[in-house]
């Protein structure tokens, strides 16, 4: 490519860390950059990025740490020596649902960045509350209660708006920062999702919300393709409608739309050309499904400090246990997911347990993880005569399903379909390491059964591919066991890039957003240049006869078993009956 030739930058304004990736038209990446909250922040008391009151199960960020880690990103990459001149298109992606609060002089200071200084120097003071609720926040129980009940029931709510009410989606935590803090959001004059403020600091100006991260508030109806009124008389509290619509503001529905060209101080302290355009930042699930033209039947799998699992479907098919939202670049087309709040940060604790009791930290740390979980015998079974074990372990309150924190062991006979709480004849934590990674994927293949389609050739339903991305994509062990349990007519595959799909799909946005043709889809302009044999690599096996349907036949205990701890937190007071 010509040394002048145009690059795109994807930012990944992640949990743990902002990313940035600078690809070029061919789509390979030519620069990378991180910034990792916890190791290279500074001044933040932070732990994973985060920080808790758990008193009150709230979890946030400040949102200063996010400026500094902004600077940090782009002097890493001009210390990589990436020419900022030739960066034509910027788009990003955001931790879904957090929330960013601005003051009454955020759009002041925006517009009069100066270039001598640091964004975190000169914005620290454009925020009405320095903190953004994080996804893992489940103080909103309340307001949960009152979003399900506000259109009849959940079911009514998902199908308005792709999901039931959920404690991180931010309709229900913007009413309970009415609640909360009235006098702060009194003062509040904008509010941004995470995506809508990474774009909003490239424009020097509040950048509107995505058409897809929007589905992720519990506000926006999906078939409509508006606000819906109730729901925001509802989250308003005890102030206006019509002022919570002024500081929502409205929402475009191009994904690739030019919001603008990137600010002056950019130009300035990086030399960005002036024509630098902004284009939407999305969600980083939505971002993610972007990293490849992913087909209607394939399913991906992020392993990031959340699990979520992914699919792009024509089909709009809400239900309380999972998600739609709108697809971040083509109409016509929805994205389904499940978000799993114990990820990474789970499967870790097994990780260190069994570390600890072998009395060894190996260089890698995931070795001994790994080799324990490949070991044993899928769902612990010695021989096909022995119950099957299955468990729950979840070190924070889990999202699907909504139960507390705890952890539950339990045997399943699947010939006489006996589910039996116990820890007899678990060997603690050595038999957890394959039932961790067993536990969250057969909770996938629960609920993305309806989805999946027939490939024919007398083979069951499942995906054609499954694709795994983000940083636990590099774990060979859980990809040999996402391939026995989801199945995968072609097999499992990683992509490249590993853990910075997102921010790939991020900089593709970009780069669609700038290049594309009149009417062009996504899928039509990615497609074109995609490399296969380059991109991608197949790490595993998919569908195997036997072991498939012996997942299957674990799949309805599991349900049972989530079914039997739901009831009990339930007796206790605990969580919720779904
Ligand atoms: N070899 C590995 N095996 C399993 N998990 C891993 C491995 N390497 C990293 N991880 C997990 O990846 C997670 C971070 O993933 P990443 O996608 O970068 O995070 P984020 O969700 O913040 O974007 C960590 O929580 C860690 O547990
Ligand atoms: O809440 C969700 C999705 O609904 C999470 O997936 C967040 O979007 C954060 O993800 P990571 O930081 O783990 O990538």
């Given at each position: 490519m010509a040394s002048d030739s145009p690059l795109y930058i994807g930012f990944d304004l992640s949990t743990q860390q902002l990313k940035g990736l600078v690809v070029n038209s061919d789509l390979k990446v030519v620069h990378a950059a991180k910034f990792d909250?916890?190791?290279?922040?500074?001044?933040f008391p932070i732990k994973k990025g985060v920080l808790n009151n758990e008193a009150e199960h709230e979890v946030f960020a400040p949102v200063a740490l996010w400026l500094q880690a902004l600077d940090g990103v782009l002097e890493t990459l001009r210390k990589e020596?990436?020419?900022?001149?030739?960066?034509?298109g910027i788009s990003g992606a955001g931790q879904q649902h957090g929330s960013v609060y601005w003051g009454q002089n955020a759009e002041s200071l925006l517009r009069n960045?100066?270039?001598?200084?640091s964004l975190e120097e000169q914005l620290e003071?454009?925020?009405?509350?320095?903190y953004s609720p994080n996804w893992?926040?489940?103080?909103?129980q309340n307001e949960c209660d009152e979003f399900d009940a506000a259109l009849g029931d959940r079911k009514h709510l998902a199908q308005a708006?792709?999901?039931?009410?959920?404690?991180?989606?931010?309709g229900p935590q913007i009413l309970r920062f009415t609640r909360k803090h009235p006098d702060v959001y009194k003062k509040t004059s904008r509010i941004s999702l995470v995506s809508s403020f990474l774009a909003s600091l490239f424009l020097g100006h509040i950048a509107p919300f995505d058409i897809s991260d929007v589905?992720?508030?519990?506000?926006?109806n999906i078939k409509k393709g508006a606000y819906d009124e109730g729901l925001i008389q509802l989250c308003s509290g005890a102030f206006g409608v019509e002022d919570l619509k002024q500081k929502l503001g409205e929402v475009p529905?191009?994904?690739?739309?030019?919001?603008?060209?990137?600010h002056a101080y950019f130009v300035e302290r990086f030399?960005?050309?002036?024509?630098c355009t902004v284009i939407p930042a999305t969600g980083d699930n939505p971002a993610t499904i972007l990293a490849l033209p992913l087909l209607p039947s394939d399913a991906m799998v992020s392993l990031g400090t959340s699990t979520t699992f992914l699919m792009s479907t024509?089909?709009?098919?809400?239900?309380?246990a999972t998600h739609f939202f709108n697809h971040p670049t083509t109409p016509g087309l929805y994205m389904f997911m499940l978000c799993y709040k114990n990820g990474g940060l789970a499967r870790e604790h097994v990780r260190d347990a069994i570390n600890e009791s072998l009395k060894d930290t190996p260089a890698q740390p995931w070795a001994n993880f790994d080799k324990v979980a490949l070991q044993t015998a899928p769902l612990g079974q010695?021989?096909?005569?022995d119950p099957m074990k299955m468990g729950l372990f979840f070190p924070r309150h889990e999202i699907v399903p909504n139960i507390p924190k705890g952890q539950w062991r339990f045997t399943y006979d699947a010939n006489t379909g006996n589910l039996k709480e116990t820890t007899d004849g678990w060997n603690s934590p050595q038999d957890e390491a394959r039932a961790i990674i067993e536990s969250q994927l057969l909770s996938c293949r629960l609920r993305s059964r309806d989805l999946t389609?027939?490939?024919?050739?007398?083979?069951?339903?499942?995906?054609?591919r499954v694709y795994l991305v983000g940083g636990?994509?590099?774990?060979k062990a859980i990809a040999k066991i996402a391939g026995e349990i989801l199945g995968g007519v072609e097999g499992v595959y990683s992509l490249d890039v590993g853990d910075n799909a997102c921010a790939l799909g991020a900089a593709y946005k970009a780069v669609w957003g700038i290049?594309?043709?009149?009417?062009?889809?996504f899928e039509d302009l990615i497609g074109q240049r995609w490399n296969e044999a380059e991109f991608i690599e197949k790490i595993a096996d998919g569908y195997q006869k036997g072991i498939f349907e012996q997942y299957g036949q674990a799949v309805e205990g599991f349900e049972k078993m989530e079914l039997q701890v739901l009831q009990q937190v339930a007796e206790k007071g605990d969580g919720d009956d779904y």
């Amino acid at each position: 490519m010509a040394s002048d030739s145009p690059l795109y930058i994807g930012f990944d304004l992640s949990t743990q860390q902002l990313k940035g990736l600078v690809v070029n038209s061919d789509l390979k990446v030519v620069h990378a950059a991180k910034f990792d909250f916890d190791a290279d922040s500074k001044g933040f008391p932070i732990k994973k990025g985060v920080l808790n009151n758990e008193a009150e199960h709230e979890v946030f960020a400040p949102v200063a740490l996010w400026l500094q880690a902004l600077d940090g990103v782009l002097e890493t990459l001009r210390k990589e020596g990436l020419d900022f001149r030739r960066v034509k298109g910027i788009s990003g992606a955001g931790q879904q649902h957090g929330s960013v609060y601005w003051g009454q002089n955020a759009e002041s200071l925006l517009r009069n960045l100066d270039s001598s200084k640091s964004l975190e120097e000169q914005l620290e003071g454009a925020f009405s509350h320095p903190y953004s609720p994080n996804w893992q926040d489940s103080s909103t129980q309340n307001e949960c209660d009152e979003f399900d009940a506000a259109l009849g029931d959940r079911k009514h709510l998902a199908q308005a708006t792709g999901s039931k009410a959920h404690h991180r989606f931010t309709g229900p935590q913007i009413l309970r920062f009415t609640r909360k803090h009235p006098d702060v959001y009194k003062k509040t004059s904008r509010i941004s999702l995470v995506s809508s403020f990474l774009a909003s600091l490239f424009l020097g100006h509040i950048a509107p919300f995505d058409i897809s991260d929007v589905c992720g508030m519990n506000l926006w109806n999906i078939k409509k393709g508006a606000y819906d009124e109730g729901l925001i008389q509802l989250c308003s509290g005890a102030f206006g409608v019509e002022d919570l619509k002024q500081k929502l503001g409205e929402v475009p529905e191009d994904g690739g739309l030019h919001l603008g060209s990137v600010h002056a101080y950019f130009v300035e302290r990086f030399g960005f050309s002036p024509d630098c355009t902004v284009i939407p930042a999305t969600g980083d699930n939505p971002a993610t499904i972007l990293a490849l033209p992913l087909l209607p039947s394939d399913a991906m799998v992020s392993l990031g400090t959340s699990t979520t699992f992914l699919m792009s479907t024509p089909s709009y098919k809400p239900d309380p246990a999972t998600h739609f939202f709108n697809h971040p670049t083509t109409p016509g087309l929805y994205m389904f997911m499940l978000c799993y709040k114990n990820g990474g940060l789970a499967r870790e604790h097994v990780r260190d347990a069994i570390n600890e009791s072998l009395k060894d930290t190996p260089a890698q740390p995931w070795a001994n993880f790994d080799k324990v979980a490949l070991q044993t015998a899928p769902l612990g079974q010695q021989s096909p005569t022995d119950p099957m074990k299955m468990g729950l372990f979840f070190p924070r309150h889990e999202i699907v399903p909504n139960i507390p924190k705890g952890q539950w062991r339990f045997t399943y006979d699947a010939n006489t379909g006996n589910l039996k709480e116990t820890t007899d004849g678990w060997n603690s934590p050595q038999d957890e390491a394959r039932a961790i990674i067993e536990s969250q994927l057969l909770s996938c293949r629960l609920r993305s059964r309806d989805l999946t389609e027939n490939p024919g050739g007398g083979l069951p339903s499942q995906p054609r591919r499954v694709y795994l991305v983000g940083g636990g994509s590099k774990n060979k062990a859980i990809a040999k066991i996402a391939g026995e349990i989801l199945g995968g007519v072609e097999g499992v595959y990683s992509l490249d890039v590993g853990d910075n799909a997102c921010a790939l799909g991020a900089a593709y946005k970009a780069v669609w957003g700038i290049e594309r043709q009149p009417g062009q889809t996504f899928e039509d302009l990615i497609g074109q240049r995609w490399n296969e044999a380059e991109f991608i690599e197949k790490i595993a096996d998919g569908y195997q006869k036997g072991i498939f349907e012996q997942y299957g036949q674990a799949v309805e205990g599991f349900e049972k078993m989530e079914l039997q701890v739901l009831q009990q937190v339930a007796e206790k007071g605990d969580g919720d009956d779904y």
